[in-house]
RNA sequence: CGGGAUGUAGCUCAGCCUGGUAGAGCGCUACGUUCGGGACGUAGAGGCCGCAAGUUCGAAUCUUGUCAUCCCGACCA
């Protein structure tokens, strides 16, 4: 390709709204323009980019024995009303009317694709003959983003592989999910970006199993918890920690509890301001209503290190609840007697009382009073309030021991481009997927989905692979594999030989950007880092009348010259 | 949805406080000189100063409203 026959419009200057690298250099080395919040225009560099990781995705999941098909991107309202996600999703659901004759017509843009392809193996399906079955499709999915940020990481509309797998029995999903997992690990490998697959809560959208495919980066959204010796990784919802159950130890030289007044102080920053203490020797008592609506509806109060965070799942799993929110203000009210702000362990009744196990450590510790406006000191647990026993209620932390014994866990950040869960029959139950089996009897079919974000893919390569002057492709990604630079396009010499290259390498299956513009060479060296090809070819007249050329890669600091025939049997080479 | 900021040429920004007919650099066009890491000179093109209402003889500038964009937080199958 021609430089003067596509549209590569590079920037000098940065765009005054784009803060992270990958946006920054996506917007100016002419891979995409915004057209609005969270919606971007891929221009021909771009759009080749994500082309080709699509096609490894295409290529990785057809060998792990799934066939494409393809959706249409709306879908009755109706069929997200009967899976019940159409409140699950609020406004995060796209949808609208519009007349069609006499009737109206609503639709949603499918945020994802599950509802549709339940229904449709609702019809196809009869038979446990007929499984085990993964499709994909690679399609634009919709989804209103309350904020999208970051450029093209996070937008409302995005390009998704997902997949779903159908089979009779949790033994046929598992061969599916494994399947799929190491699907994965050879897509992102061959796009030649990092990425670490972690555990993660399977969500609002059930199961019971998950894993994040994250790349690891500073400016991703996630938290990933980490151990490179054991291995494990966890994303902050999910991560526990090696923390046991401590001892419960009253010092004897702690003087008796005190009241004091802290008028108006309701938050940890606050009382410390107040009281002078630091947060790890405060607690705070957060009340929870467990099983709201239902027979089994209680109250429950935990209570963890002033600094620590609360972790809503863990907290339901230690109590065995299938729902926790947040206590309202009349709750809390009502069970601690004072506003919210003031809620403390001591002498709270008529709820269940769970502690983390780094909060009895706390010794003495500052609390709540359960009064309006004050707050108690030296405190003690085992003497002033005490529980049983202590669980693992908050989020890691870096430094937390590993639960596979590997030793203090690190938190980073991340991208997340993929993630794989087994659902299970929450949509085959919904919709009346059903299969009969050998022994007569009707059974939901099991399921399984897997999804990738394809631009994320690009994005997050960038992210993880640039410099100053501009971005690195990884090979398997780059729009283009090979540049090509005339530096005088007046000479048919340069220029003839320049096309030479272009051909012979395009017959070999290599891709070239050829830089015809009528230019200054320090002008198509600046756009060349800046894109950002993996290899660069330059033919100078200079060069050529000691008979050579330039090769070198983009990493290279220096071009090695060799000689013009040799020229693109180096850059198969260098790009084998 | 809460908090903060910004909208002036294709891009980065000045001008606004103190109202008087719109500026710079980069980019773009033409010509000349240059020509291996973002050249120089000369001459040009390019602007409902986000939009609306108001105050005023007069508004980019003051007031009110509104829309958009970005950042932090909440949210995020």
């Known amino acids: 390709m021609r430089w003067s026959q596509t549209l590569v419009p590079t920037l000098k200057e940065v765009p005054a709204d784009a803060e992270v690298p990958s946006h920054r250099l996506m917007l100016r080395a002419g891979l995409?323009?915004?057209?609005?919040?969270?919606?971007?225009?891929?221009?021909?560099?771009?759009?080749?980019a994500v082309r080709k990781a699509a096609e490894i995705v295409r290529e990785e999941m057809e060998a792990a024995g799934a066939a494409e098909l393809h959706f249409p991107a709306m879908s009755p309202i109706e069929l997200w009303e009967r899976s019940g996600r159409r409140e699950a999703f609020g406004n995060v659901l796209l949808n609208f009317a519009f007349p069609r004759g006499d009737r109206k017509v609503h639709v949603a843009l499918g945020p994802t694709h599950e509802e549709p392809i339940t229904d449709l193996i609702k019809q196809s399906i009869a038979s446990y003959k007929q499984l085990p079955l993964t499709l994909f499709q690679i399609q634009t999915k919709f989804r209103n983003e309350e904020r999208p940020r970051f450029g093209v990481l996070r937008t409302s509309e995005f390009l998704m592989k997902d997949a779903y797998s159908f089979g009779t029995d949790i033994e046929q999903l598992n061969a599916s999910y494994d399947a799929m997992y190491a699907a994965y690990c050879r897509i992102f490998e061959r796009c030649g970006i990092p990425y670490l697959a972690v555990e993660a809560e399977s969500g609002p959208i059930g199961g019971d199993a998950s894993h994040e495919f994250m790349i690891p980066a500073e400016n991703g959204e996630d938290s990933v918890v980490h151990c490179e010796a054991s291995g494990y990784a966890a994303n902050l919802e999910r991560a526990e920690t090696g923390r046991t159950a401590p001892q419960i130890v009253v010092p004897d030289d702690v003087p008796p509890m005190d009241a004091v007044a802290t008028p108006g102080v309701s938050t940890i920053e606050a009382v410390c301001a107040a009281?002078?203490?630091?947060?790890?020797?405060?607690?705070?008592?957060?009340?929870?209503?467990?099983?709201?609506g239902t027979d089994e509806e209680r109250t429950v109060a935990v209570v963890v290190r002033g600094d620590h965070d609360a972790n809503e799942g863990k907290i339901r799993r230690a109590i065995g609840a299938a729902t926790l929110s947040m206590a309202d203000e009349a709750t809390v009210r009502r069970v601690t007697g004072a506003p919210v702000g003031f809620a403390g362990p001591v002498g709270l009744e008529g709820v269940t009382l769970l502690a983390d196990h780094d909060a009895v450590t706390v010794q003495p510790s500052v609390v709540g009073a359960n009064s309006a406006d004050a707050h108690r000191t030296n405190v003690c647990c085992g003497r002033d309030w005490t529980v049983e026993t202590t669980h693992d209620l908050r989020d890691a932390r870096a430094g937390?021991?590993?639960?596979?014994?590997?030793?203090?866990?690190?938190?980073?950040?991340?991208?997340?481009?993929?993630?794989?869960?087994?659902?299970?029959?929450?949509?085959?139950?919904?919709?009346?997927?059903?299969?009969?089996?050998?022994?007569?009897?009707?059974?939901?079919?099991?399921?399984?989905?897997?999804?990738?974000?394809?631009?994320?893919?690009?994005?997050?390569?960038?992210?993880t692979s640039h410099d100053d002057r501009g971005i690195i492709w990884p090979k398997a990604i780059a729009p283009y594999q090979c540049h090509i630079i005339p530096l005088d396009i007046k000479d048919e010499e340069v220029m003839s030989l320049a096309q030479r290259f272009h051909d012979e390498l395009e017959a070999a299956g290599v891709d070239c950007l050829l830089d015809d513009r009528k230019e200054r060479p320090g002008v198509k060296f600046a756009d060349a880092d800046l894109i950002g090809l993996p290899t660069r070819i330059t033919i100078g007249k200079r060069g050529l009348t000691e008979g050579v050329v330039?090769?070198?890669?983009?990493?290279?600091?220096?071009?090695e010259k060799i000689a013009p025939d040799a020229a693109v049997a180096r850059v198969r080479e260098l790009l084998a």
């Not at 995409?32 to 080749?48: C, D, F, H, I, N």
């Not at 009281?275 to 709201?292: F, H, I, R």
């Open 275 to 292: 009281l002078g203490v630091q947060p790890e020797q405060t607690l705070k008592t957060l009340l929870y209503t467990a099983d709201a």
């Open 550 to 559: 330039e090769v070198k890669r983009r990493t290279d600091a220096d071009p």
């Open 400 to 463: 937390d021991p590993d639960p596979k014994g590997g030793g203090p866990m690190k938190v980073v950040r991340g991208i997340e481009v993929g993630h794989v869960f087994k659902l299970g029959t929450k949509y085959s139950d919904a919709l009346g997927a059903e299969y009969l089996g050998e022994d007569q009897k009707r059974r939901s079919v099991v399921m399984g989905c897997y999804g990738i974000g394809i631009n994320r893919i690009v994005a997050g390569a960038i992210e």
């Open 32 to 48: 995409v323009r915004q057209v609005m919040a969270g919606a971007y225009t891929y221009l021909p560099l771009g759009w080749r």
